[in-house]
């Protein structure tokens, strides 16, 4: 009897399924909640486990925590797993650390797979380097704004590079196997089954088209008892799934609000794209500006969170919709590690402003991966969710169980920091909210 293959997907924050449906989204990772999503009946599940908001050290933990709960699970189920540790297709996170930590504790593999093409968020790779398309350009990914992250910065798009630089020397350049447009068009089942040894490997990917046909010769090869790990954006995954379009239309979404009722839009990315689809969301007459000074969030935190609530309350009690965000002024850290623990402090302030949100909220919108993140982990303090599929490409929609205490069957949009045109957030808003368009609401 064949063996069920169950697709088990390490994301290091909760955007990674925005390319597929149906399926479950872990923030916790004990044995009983993997051995839930293993007999599930979707072919994959995902496991949030927010590395990219952590340090290394604590990236490297997290991951080996999650691997040996997943070994302990596996041993009671007959599956065949296949592993992906999903991360940025603009090449920001714990590489090599997270697959160096999963080979030790899940391996031996054949192979592990770089594989960072995003085509819904216009990254593709060709001939081993890695684009972005921006205003109709093709990009090389090292001159973009993503290469200079303070925490992950780096200086090559093509990816034999990338992978040295990241490695420290290593792996070399010169060892990384690369498989171009032309070796997956005309198949690489026989290169698949030569691999060994845990290989790095990085794979060309123009369209979706392309990773179909890889997906089938790694299905077929994996069958053959090939291992293989892969560390990839979104599209891959759409294609390891396999699965059919979702039986809800993106502008058909609205059917999940309760109540036909106003939600409330939370959104810590800082990223220059978010910044210019929130200066677009706040053109819409109604909604209404709550704006978090930072800057106050060590002395006067208490006296803040009141008065955003309190506002948050009355702006909802008229029917209108409040956008809670940070302050977009520019701050300067000394070093990575300072970023991210500023970064947590943010965060935990916007969780305390999410569970103390109305409970008539007909919907959540959160805007950036890490903050999604924390939304559905701490703010809602969900063991697992459903997801529903997609409002706009490469924007997913999930929603609480029904037995959650405050906000049941609250559907709740993660927009990752980096997806969408400027007016993206703003359609979003609109498809759940049309009332939020028409004039003479208020502006704040």
């Avoid at 350009?137 to 303070?150: G, L």
């Avoid at 039986?247 to 210019?276: C, D, E, F, L, N």
């Amino acid at each position: 009897m064949t063996k069920k293959t169950k697709i088990i997907v390490l994301d290091d924050d909760p955007t990674g399924s925005q390319t597929v449906h149906g399926c479950l989204l872990l923030m916790q990772w004990d044995v009983a909640v993997l051995t839930e999503a293993l007999t599930d009946s979707a072919p994959l599940f995902f496991i949030l486990t927010n590395t990219r908001g952590v340090d290394a050290a604590h990236a490297a933990a997290i991951t080996r925590e999650v691997c040996h709960n997943l070994k302990t699970a596996l041993a009671a189920q007959d599956v065949h797993a296949i592993f992906v540790s999903r991360s940025d297709s603009t090449l920001r996170g714990h590489y090599p650390i997270e697959t160096d930590v999963i080979a030790k504790e899940l391996g031996p593999f054949d192979a592990h797979f770089l594989v960072p093409a995003f085509f819904e968020g216009g990254r593709f790779t060709r001939a081993s380097v890695h684009y972005l398309i921006s205003d109709g350009r093709e990009i090389p990914v090292h001159e973009t704004e993503f290469a200079r992250d303070s925490v992950f910065a780096y200086r090559h798009s093509y990816l034999p590079d990338y992978v040295e630089e990241k490695t420290h020397g290593r792996l070399k350049a010169g060892d990384v196997v690369r498989w171009l447009l032309e070796d997956l068009r005309h198949g690489v089942y026989d290169r698949l089954l030569a691999l060994h040894d845990n290989a790095c490997v990085v794979v060309d990917a123009e369209k979706q088209d392309d990773l179909d046909r890889f997906a089938a010769d790694l299905l077929k090869a994996a069958a053959q008892g090939k291992r293989f790990l892969f560390r990839s954006a979104a599209s891959l995954i759409t294609s390891l799934a396999r699965l059919p379009p979702q039986p809800v239309a993106a502008a058909s979404m609205a059917q999940y609000v309760r109540g036909h009722a106003a939600g409330a839009v939370i959104v810590g990315s800082h990223v220059p794209r978010t910044t210019r689809q929130l200066e677009e969301l706040l053109k819409l007459p109604g909604v209404v500006p709550i704006e978090v000074d930072v800057n106050r969030l060590t002395d006067e935190s208490a006296t803040l969170l009141k008065q955003v609530l309190a506002e948050a309350e009355s702006v909802h009690r008229e029917k209108h919709m409040p956008v809670i965000f940070t302050s977009r002024a520019e701050r300067r850290f000394p070093d990575g590690n300072s970023r991210l623990v500023f970064g947590k402090q943010v965060s935990a302030f916007l969780m305390e402003v999410v569970r103390g949100l109305p409970p008539t909220l007909g919907f959540l919108v959160s805007k950036g991966g890490i903050t999604s993140n924390d939304v559905l982990s701490t703010g809602l303090q969900l063991r697992t969710a459903r997801l529903l599929g997609q409002i706009l490409p490469g924007v997913s929609v999930v929603r609480c169980p029904h037995e959650h205490p405050r906000y049941p069957g609250l559907p709740v949009v993660i927009f990752p920091g980096n997806v969408g045109d400027e007016r993206a957030l703003a359609t979003v808003v609109e498809r759940l909210y049309p009332a939020a368009a028409k004039s003479g609401g208020a502006t704040g």
